[in-house]
């Protein structure tokens, strides 16, 4: 089975400031990798799926990045409306599996 | 506008079984697969397992088979969750979502439904 690492565990950062998450995969996962966002009490939201492509309606400020083993998701200018845990997911035979998540905090 | 709706909460004793709903909104239901994911009180997304509303077909996660099965009704466009054996470490929100069954690169989860609460309690 593939684990998918995600870090830090917890990040709290200004806003304005640029955000780097990180997902590793425990094995190549090629491009299949998507990124979500789950705020307090909702369902979580597709962001990112490809690797890199934006899901429909999601702001320009996100943009993901990487394949094989090493994904980055981007937030480019953080607002407060951004708090929110963050989740990695991949895909491989026939199966899916989700990182830790990474809980993202405003100062 | 596209939507899953799902079944109201849910209270179960152990050893119980829970029976979850999800109804396709806006959509062609056999065109995207349905999935299943639950989030324990303060913990992460675990996946279940998907569904193939066209064909049936399912793919359940190693740790949950045996205990779930996933079954649709085409004429209404919904999907069901079965979980049996439940334990207090059963208590957990569960979503599904869907799945384009072609043209994407997997994993694609979106939308999510709102969410189930399934609690397990004597």
């Known amino acids: 089975e593939i684990m998918m690492t995600q870090s830090p565990a917890t990040l709290s950062v200004s806003p304005g400031e640029r955000v780097t998450l990180s997902c590793r995969a425990s094995q190549s996962v090629g491009g299949n990798l998507a990124w979500y966002q789950q705020k307090p009490g909702q369902a979580p939201r597709l962001l990112i799926y490809?690797?890199?492509t934006r899901a429909t309606g999601i702001s320009a400020r996100f943009s993901g990045s990487g394949s094989g083993t090493e994904f980055t998701l981007t937030i480019s200018s953080l607002q407060s409306e951004d708090c929110a845990v963050y989740y990695c997911?991949?895909?491989?035979?026939?199966?899916?599996?989700f990182g830790q998540g990474t809980q993202l905090e405003i100062k | 506008q596209v939507q899953l709706v799902q079944s109201g909460a849910e209270v179960k004793k152990p050893g119980a079984s829970v029976a979850v709903s999800c109804k396709a909104l806006?959509?062609?239901?056999?065109?995207?697969?349905i999935h299943w994911v639950r989030q324990a009180p303060g913990q992460g997304l675990e996946w279940m397992g998907w569904?193939?509303?066209?064909?049936?077909?399912?793919n359940y996660a190693q740790r949950f088979q045996g205990r779930v099965t996933m079954t649709r009704a085409t004429s209404i466009a919904t999907a069901y969750m079965e979980f049996a054996s439940l334990t207090s470490d059963d208590t957990a929100m569960y979503y599904c979502?869907?799945?384009?069954?072609?043209?994407?690169?997997?994993?694609?989860?979106?939308?999510w439904g709102q969410g189930t609460l399934v609690i397990v309690s004597s």
């Open positions: 979502a869907r799945e384009p069954r072609f043209g994407v690169v997997p994993p694609k989860f979106d939308p």
């Open positions: 806006g959509y062609n239901f056999t065109d995207y697969y």
């Open positions: 490809g690797a890199s």
């Open positions: 569904l193939n509303p066209n064909s049936g077909d399912t």
């Open positions: 997911q991949h895909y491989k035979n026939r199966s899916y599996t």
